[in-house]
């Protein structure tokens, strides 16, 4: 059919958009030729008018349908295209989230910019040995279609990954890298394939930068080869790198850094192991901080720096290599911020106090005034002399620079090197798969020499890639047999040629190079004169510095700026020989190796040729091109040497976000990387392609009746196709396969949805024609009815009259009311009736209740006795057993408490004795106190006395006075000033008093207070004391008052005095007369001192007196002195009274502390007499408790001896033992009862005199005399009662001692005797066994002489299960039974389990023999044997399902016959008596059950082995549903070497086959039914999780007919199990997940209620079994590019969420799942626990049990077959 014959209406096509690159659009109206305008609608609605050329009409490109979009293989699509790439790749990214899918021979992987959980170990072993194409795209099936090519055509393979910066390049790199670890597994102890993956973190350190486009970008091509042995397992490595961008260490653009490791060692300066390099941060070096970042969000560079260290260290470099490769980084770093100046007339210099360039001199152990020197100067060799030549500032920073980039580059060889010696382990290596992670097609802003390179290399990997997918296509079309023509592809060989030929761009740049005046403009012009006329190049038209290339992918404009200067790569040779010769040996061999290289060879160099002596050094030397071509070729050798592989990289968007896609930069992508130009071969020939098997299925609905009945499906097929296209050179026929041209396949699907939509028509025809002919007919049966009733009603009114109405009326009345009255008769009857059955009934009841209750009750009154009499009975019992219990408990501590008694009773002797003594001495300080109370009464009253004699005294003397004041005057000046003084310190010692006399009334009421609470009689003493002195001290108040008027009398008197004397001294003639007078008023005067004197003296002699009386018994005499001083000598004044006053309220002070002492002291010793009474009360309760429990263990060892004598009545002399005994504890109880009861009345009398003495003490407290006699008698009365009492504690201490020896000695004799008995007892029975043996003996002995000796009729003997042996024959016993035997031949017609049998009686005879030597030696030959059938037979299924059947029989024998009593509930008397006698056979039960699992377990795995291939087909491929195909147009073309594989078709039929014959095998060896379900549930949990875990892996598998199909088969397994009668053994359990999983491809899934309906039916899918998470997935985690960026997926189960995002319509009928309901149904499950894995662990084994089977088998009954050779065997 025509390409125009397909523009029809309703069909899509493509146009071109300038936003979205093409958008969709639908014809409105059929295309014709001729037409110049093609009708179309876009999707928004909007018309658009394509335009046409009508001579040569370019219409748009067709659209896909939309069964075939969302292909896995974009050349299965029937219409191959740009558009039509793009937007499959657009659905399965961000509709169905699949981020990988094949273009052929190419595996394209979009970033997803998100961590996918479809890594893990379970994914590599899923695709672990499948066919690529078998299961859904990923970078595990290229790598294991690389793994499985190298061992089946023993050739080298690479995998060659490209793409764009941040296009996920290195992960999908290290992935690859990953699955062969996983699954080659190292063959050494070194574990190599870690190592490998390991050192990615190293090379990403020194080799990957942060640019625009991806933060973690590698700036260098990797080629990692991985070398495997002859077994296919890893054994080393080698990795070589290509073009590293030397220029980043110098120099970076905007918003870019430098490599990963500077910053790294700039974020750990601060360590100590970092302190000698002197790093600073990195915003303060030049060469960090160019691009103006230094950091990178999310990622921590001390963290990396430890995973750096760590991987340095884990690849074996040790510290010391670490240390000097830090060295020559800092060196570098302090390198770039060397500071050069302008020195004026094109010179430069260096200032030799720059602290980095001695920091950089210091680090690499070089000069550092050379290194300025040089730095700043350059050496010119001429023929005759050598120039030195300064140069200006601007080339000595470049040779500055040139030098970091030098060291830089060798130290990176240096470290790759190390790398690739640390991967290198002993063994020959055999193949290799080479992994090339190389930079993509670039094209910047400002492209340079980089980019320049890089894109070279892209041409000539494009160019390789070209040639083998023309290759590919070609062996294709020669295995299928159809002819070949040669397709026009497109070479790029002329854009090659344009970069590396003869006066190509490379030569004419070495050629410029080699001028020492040679610019890049010069340069420039050399390729406008000489490639002007090459269309692959152009020149800019606004730039004149730049030059334009025709790529294969776009076309890219680089500047010629700094082409020279990279190509060469300048660095002055004295510089080199300053890094020569450093003292650091690291940096010196750099150059050294350097130096050894021959310069005749082009061989790669990392540093350009020095300059020589001689001229012509100049044309040899090796450019930075020149070496880049060179790798570059090697490295092509080495590819075209290899099986490539194509992993193409695209970047979806430049935001790096989560399933965003780009359009127009994904299709920029898509034609840098090669993948439209495969499209694009692809269509040029037949790019859809079919298995005849597939377009049979998928297109017999398209077959004539006379079509589909050939038996030759082939014919058929071409019989079809010859008839729908006629046009044969649209498709061709192969030997398997169908190759049709662009667009049939869609033409086909057309054809087959008309058919469909036709058979729809028809069908919908049909089914509405027969509803509306049955809504007819019901329609006009109603309207028959209606037209019946109508005419009927007419009839009956042209009939009946109005009489025969009113009869007919009359007849209806009377009819009503004769029924009413019948009716009303009947109810009254059967009301009646009815109450009376109710009533008996009732009655009945009631009464039969009434009877069942007073039988309960009954019942209850007689089980109330009966229980509470089997109660009481136990209570009973148990109280003995308790009392017998507690008295032997008792007893012990009984001993324990005396002790303790007569530890206390000591203790309260010392202290009853030293609380008399302190009570005698306070009795008698207490009678000398109240002496001194006594005398101080009187003293007070004398005083009393004696002041009012005074106070009569001082009356008269004032008196006196008073008449003698006349006689004063003239001494009254003498006296003035005396006065006066005295009269000041009289106020202030009065005023002290007063306080003092106020702070003491204070303290002597707080005192009183205390006082009267603790002893109310000396409280009212001291208040009288206190009293009389308040009394005396008002009296001298008064005195002193009296005083104080005296004195001021005498003021008042001097006073006069002065005036008369002032008169008296102008009247001369009275002076002798005056002087009389004085003389009379002094000795006046003279007589009042006097008298004042001896009343001041009485006064201080009366209040010594009261101290001494009041102190007289309490303070020493030296005390007394002290308070009354010697004042004799002094005038009596009033300082005096004063000071005696003090005395006397001291004494009281004295005296009331006393008293309060002693108070306290007898308040504490009666206090301490209560709590010894009550101590000794408590314990005499004590001590009769103990007595009446010695009492009741006396009683019941009284019983116990009883029962001993009555039981022991042959032994007489234990009978006089216990009578003496008895005689014994009668008198110790007699005398205990004795000893108790005076120590009752003791104690009574004890208690009842402490309490009368606490009662007087407190009622008598003032008599303290008589309380201490008291307490003197009871202290003497206790002392002797203790004595008492410790001296029947001591005699009640010797008896419960001869008590408890003659009990010990009664106990040891009764043990003594009964083990006695029981020796005597073991030793009789091994007497009656001897006896019994050798009568058996002697009777097989009789028997067999008799049986010899007679040759008469055998008479039938009785066996007894046992197989005779000699020890010789054990051999050959193990041999025939076990080695020898095979399941197929004899075994068939025995008895099942007959070996176990027949060796389990061969252990009951040594065991009958008691032979331990011949038993050891049957057991261990016999599990050895079986281990050596097992292991020698590891894959025979026949065989291990027998050995496990009788290893599982003879562990039961030896269990059933073993003696124990759990084993022997179910055996016959007869078995019972086969028992083992003599030997315990646990240990070789244990070796046997462990022998056991490993067979069950070799044998499941034999199973599944058989089982796995059959699962898949059988399960998903096959179609089991006749007249419904589950196929879609996939037309996938698989790898040649696996395509014509003739390969065994499986179906569910197979499956349900191979578990018959499992099934049939193991009972038919007699296996326990027991453990065939559990081997069925294993063989189910198979098939589940095999299948669940293909349909994750396959979304062609994801429809809702696969569902049904699914559903059909495990239908099919569910009736095998009811046939088997296998329903118990819960395997239909574990295909819950696989019948949830058909169920959610068949539910609906559009609406909520369909999301919520899922959620809650899908609860077994995501299973606790799940296989263990990714074992590298947190190292993974570390090294992963930003561009898969670490987020954790969500919890909700993944596998629910994968099935629907896969869900794939077979037909355009069918619905695709939309984008909402899927996060619909994810927001439901977030709260749901489950697993993140998507796989199930199909290596899971559920445990293994071997439940106990007693057999009923009688041994005794057992014949050897003679087929076994068993003759030497007898029965005996």
Not at 182 to 200: C, F, H, I, P, Y
Not at 224 to 249: C, H, P, Q
Request: charged share 30%; with cysteine; hydrophobic share 35%.
């Amino acid at each position: 059919m025509a390409l125009l014959e397909l523009y029809t209406e309703y069909n899509r096509v493509w146009i071109p958009d300038a936003g979205h690159v093409w958008r969709s659009a639908e014809i409105l109206k059929d295309f014709h030729l001729g037409d110049n305008v093609l009708d179309l609608q876009l999707e928004d609605g909007t018309e658009n008018h394509y335009p046409v050329d009508p001579a040569k009409p370019q219409l748009p490109p067709l659209r896909n349908p939309d069964i075939l979009v969302g292909e896995n293989d974009l050349t299965a699509l029937s219409y191959l295209h740009e558009p039509a790439v793009l937007h499959n790749l657009k659905v399965r990214f961000v509709e169905s989230k699949i981020i990988y899918t094949y273009c052929g021979i190419i595996l394209v992987a979009v970033n997803p910019y998100k961590q996918l959980h479809i890594y893990g170990d379970a994914i590599i072993h899923a695709y672990s040995g499948q066919n690529m194409g078998d299961m859904d795209p990923h970078i595990f099936a290229v790598a294991e279609e690389a793994y499985k090519q190298m061992a089946r055509n023993h050739k080298n393979q690479s995998i060659i990954v490209s793409g764009e910066s941040g296009a996920g390049k290195t992960v999908s790199a290290r992935y690859a890298m990953r699955y062969f670890a996983v699954v080659s597994k190292s063959g050494s102890q070194t574990r190599v394939e870690d190592k490998v993956l390991a050192s990615n973190p190293i090379t990403e350190a020194i080799g990957n930068a942060k640019t625009t486009r991806n933060d973690n970008s590698s700036r260098f091509g990797k080629y990692t080869e991985i070398g495997f042995d002859r077994r296919y397992r890893i054994i080393g490595a080698n990795m070589r790198t290509y073009l590293l961008e030397k220029s980043r260490v110098v120099f970076q653009a905007d918003n870019e850094r430098n490599y990963h490791i500077f910053y790294q060692m700039c974020s750990c300066a601060h360590l100590p192991e970092f302190k000698n390099l002197k790093l600073l941060s990195a915003d303060e070096f030049a060469y960090t901080c160019m691009g103006g970042e230094i950091t990178i969000e999310g990622v921590d560079d001390g963290k990396d720096m430890e995973e750096t260290r760590r991987t340095f260290s884990l690849l074996g470099l040790m510290e010391d290599f670490q240390s000097d490769v830090f060295k020559v980084l800092a060196a570098v770093l302090h390198l770039g911020n060397l500071e050069i100046k302008n020195s004026g007339d094109g010179k430069s210099s260096v200032p030799p106090s720059d602290p980095h360039l001695a920091v950089f001199c210091e680090l690499l152990g070089v000069s550092a005034e050379c290194l300025a020197r040089w730095l700043c100067h350059r050496r010119i060799v001429l023929v005759a002399e050598t120039v030195v030549k300064p140069v200006p500032r601007e080339r000595a920073v470049n040779a500055r620079d040139a030098l970091a980039k030098q060291i830089y580059a060798h130290l990176f060889d240096c470290i790759i090197n190390k790398i690739n010696t640390a991967l290198q382990v002993p063994g020959k290596q055999h193949a290799f798969i080479g992994v090339l992670d190389i930079y993509g097609f670039e094209t910047f802003d400002t492209n340079s020499f980089e980019q320049f390179c890089i894109n070279y290399a892209n041409e000539k990997l494009q160019q390789q890639f070209n040639l083998h997918v023309f290759k590919l296509e070609q062996e294709e079309y020669m295995k299928e047999d159809i002819p070949w023509t040669l397709i026009d592809f497109y070479d790029n060989q002329p854009v090659i040629d344009l970069i590396e030929a003869k006066m190509g761009i490379l030569d004419l740049l070495d050629e410029e190079c080699l001028f020492p005046q040679g610019t890049d403009r010069s340069w420039l012009q050399k390729l406008f004169k000489y490639l002007d006329d090459n269309p692959l190049f152009e020149k800019p038209r606004l730039s004149n510095e730049a030059f334009v290339i025709q790529h294969f992918a776009d076309k890219v404009e680089y500047q010629c700026r700094g082409f020279l200067e990279k190509n060469r790569d300048t660095l002055y040779e004295e510089l080199v020989d300053i890094l020569r010769v450093s003292e650091f040996p690291f940096v010196a061999n750099f150059f050294q190796e350097e130096k050894q290289k021959p310069v005749t060879t082009k061989v790669v160099k990392v540093r350009p040729a020095r300059p020589g002596v001689k001229p012509a050094n100049k044309q040899q030397r090796a450019s930075v091109g020149d070496k880049f071509c060179s790798s570059l070729s090697l490295l092509m050798e080495t590819l075209n040497a290899t099986t490539p592989h194509y992993v193409r990289c695209i970047k979806p968007n430049d935001e790096k976000l989560p399933f965003e896609y780009d359009s127009r930069r994904v299709v920029q992508q898509l034609r840098a990387c090669g993948v439209l130009e495969t499209i694009r071969i692809s269509a040029q020939s037949y790019p859809s392609r079919w298995t005849y098997i597939e377009f049979y299925s998928r297109y017999s609905i398209l077959m004539s009746h006379q079509e589909g009945d050939l038996s030759d499906k082939k014919q058929t097929c071409k019989n079809v196709l010859q008839r729908l296209i006629q046009d044969s050179n649209q498709y061709k026929f192969g030997r398997t396969k169908i190759f049709f041209r662009a667009g049939q396949v869609a033409y086909l699907e057309k054809l087959r949805l008309d058919r469909l939509r036709g058979a729809c028509v028809t069908l919908q025809k049909h089914v509405r024609g027969w509803s509306k002919r049955r809504k007819f007919l019901r329609m006009r049966e109603a309207a028959i009815i209606l037209q019946q009733y109508i005419r009927g009603t007419k009839t009956i009114r042209k009939t009946v009259t109005a009489a025969a109405l009113k009869q007919g009326w009359a007849a209806l009345v009377i009819q009503r009311c004769w029924r009413g009255y019948r009716m009303r008769q009947i109810f009254h009857l059967v009301r009646v009736a009815t109450v009376t059955i109710q009533s008996f009934t009732r009655g009945r009841i009631a009464r039969k209740l009434y009877k069942k209750m007073v039988e309960e009750q009954k019942a209850l009154i007689l089980q109330k006795y009966a229980r509470a009499w089997l109660a009481r009975r136990r209570f009973q019992t148990m109280r003995r057993l308790v009392i017998n219990v507690q008295l032997s408990f008792r007893v012990q501590q009984l001993r324990k408490k005396i002790e303790e008694q007569n530890k206390e009773n000591r203790g309260l002797m010392e202290r009853l004795s030293s609380l008399a003594n302190s009570h005698s001495h306070t009795v008698d300080r207490l009678q000398g106190l109240e002496a001194q109370l006594e005398k101080s009464t009187n003293q007070k009253v004398s005083l009393e006395a004696r002041e009012k004699k005074v106070k009569e005294d001082a009356s008269q003397i004032t008196t006196q006075l008073q008449k003698e004041i006349d006689a004063l005057k003239l001494e009254k000046q003498n006296l003035e000033k005396k006065f006066d003084a005295s009269s000041k310190e009289a106020k202030e010692s009065f005023d002290h008093m007063k306080t003092n006399l106020q702070e003491e009334k204070e303290h002597e009421a707080r005192f009183r207070k205390i006082a009267e609470n603790n002893i109310e009689i000396q409280r009212i003493d001291h208040e009288k004391e206190v009293e009389t002195l308040k009394e005396g001290i008002k009296r001298l108040k008064e005195e002193r008052v009296s005083l104080q008027r005296k004195i001021e009398e005498g003021d008042q008197v001097n006073a006069e005095l002065q005036e008369q004397v002032i008169q008296l001294t102008k009247h001369v003639k009275i002076i002798p007369e005056l002087r009389k007078d004085l003389n009379n008023l002094q000795n006046q005067r003279n007589n009042m001192d006097r008298k004042m004197r001896e009343q001041s003296e009485q006064a201080r002699a009366k209040m010594n007196d009261i101290t001494r009386q009041l102190l007289g018994g309490v303070v020493e005499e030296s005390g007394l002195l002290g308070l009354t001083p010697d004042d004799s000598e002094k005038n009596c004044e009033v300082e005096d009274l004063l000071a005696a006053f003090d005395g006397l309220q001291k004494a009281t002070r004295i005296l009331e502390n006393h008293q309060r002492e002693q108070k306290e002291g007898y308040e504490t010793q009666v206090e301490g007499f209560k709590l010894k009474v009550d101590h000794l009360e408590n314990e005499n309760s004590k001590l009769q408790n103990l007595f009446q429990e010695k009492s009741n263990v006396n009683e019941n060892i009284r019983q116990e001896v009883s029962r001993l004598s009555s039981e022991n009545s042959v032994i007489p002399e234990l009978k006089v033992q216990a009578l003496e005994l008895q005689r014994q504890k009668q008198d110790l109880e007699a005398h205990v009862e004795e000893q108790s009861r005076e120590l009752t009345d003791k104690t009574e009398e004890i208690t009842n005199v402490l309490q009368k003495k606490i009662q007087e003490e407190s009622s008598q407290r003032r008599h303290f005399e008589e309380k201490s006699e008291e307490l003197e008698e009871l202290k003497r009365e206790l002392e002797g009662r203790v004595e008492e009492l410790g001296e029947e504690n001591d005699h009640l201490k010797r008896q419960l001692q001869m008590e408890s020896e003659a009990k010990s000695k009664l106990r040891q004799e009764t043990s003594q005797l009964t083990a006695d008995n029981m020796d005597f007892e073991e030793q009789l029975d091994q007497k009656d066994r001897l006896i019994k043996k050798l009568q058996k003996q002697m009777k097989s002995l009789e028997t067999s002489q008799r049986a010899k000796q007679t040759s008469a009729p055998a008479i039938p003997k009785d066996f007894l299960g046992m197989l005779e042996y000699k020890r010789e024959d054990e051999s050959r016993l193990i041999q025939n039974i076990i080695l020898d035997l095979k399941p197929k031949g004899v075994v068939v017609n025995m008895i099942p389990g007959l070996p176990a049998y027949i060796l389990f009686m061969c252990v009951r005879h040594t065991d009958y023999l008691n032979d331990e030597v011949k038993l050891k030696t049957l057991m261990n030959g016999v599990i050895g044997a079986v281990k050596k059938v097992i292991m020698s037979h590891l894959k025979d299924f026949e065989l291990l399902s027998f050995w496990l059947s009788n290893t599982y029989q003879l562990l039961n024998c030896l269990k059933q016959y073993s003696g124990e009593e759990e084993f022997l509930k179910q055996n016959t008397p007869r078995q019972n008596k086969h028992c083992l006698q003599n030997f315990d056979l646990s240990e070789h039960r244990q070796i046997l059950s462990d022998l056991a699992i490993q067979i069950y377990h070799q044998f499941i795995s034999i199973m599944e082995k058989t089982l796995s291939p059959a699962i898949v087909p059988g399960m998903l491929e096959h179609e089991s549903l006749q007249g419904i195909s589950s196929m879609k147009p996939t037309g996938f073309r698989k790898r040649s070497n696996s395509i014509y594989e003739d390969s065994e078709t499986h179906t569910i039929s197979s499956i349900v086959q191979q578990l018959s014959v499992f099934q049939s095998t193991m009972s038919q060896h007699g296996m326990e039914q027991r453990l065939i379900k559990q081997a069925v549930k294993q063989m189910f949990y198979q098939v589940g999780a095999t299948t669940l875990n293909s349909i994750m892996l396959r979304k062609d598998m994801c429809s809702c007919r696969k569902g049904m199909q699914i559903r059909c088969n495990i239908s099919y397994l569910e009736e095998w199990l009811k046939e088997k009668e296998l329903q118990s053994s819960n395997a239909m359990d574990t295909l819950r997940p696989l019948s949830q999983a058909a169920w959610l491809l068949q539910v609906n899934k559009s609406t909520d209620e369909d999301a919520k309906e899922i959620t809650g039916t899908c609860t077994e899918l995501n299973p606790v079994q799940v296989l263990h998470s990714f074992s590298h997935l947190q190292y993974f985690c570390y090294i992963t590019t930003p561009s898969f960026t670490l987020k954790q997926y969500s919890h909700s189960n993944v596998q629910i969420v994968k099935i629907l995002n896969s869900y794939t319509p077979i037909d355009d009928f069918e619905k695709r799942v939309t984008s909402s309901f899927v996060r619909k149904v994810q927001s439901l499950l977030q709260d749901r626990d489950g697993s993140t894995q998507l796989m199930l662990d199909s290596d899971y084994r559920f445990q293994v049990t071997f439940p106990f089977c007693p057999s009923a088998q009688a041994l005794e009954l057992l014949q050897v077959p003679s087929s076994l050779h068993l003759g030497f065997l007898s029965r005996i």
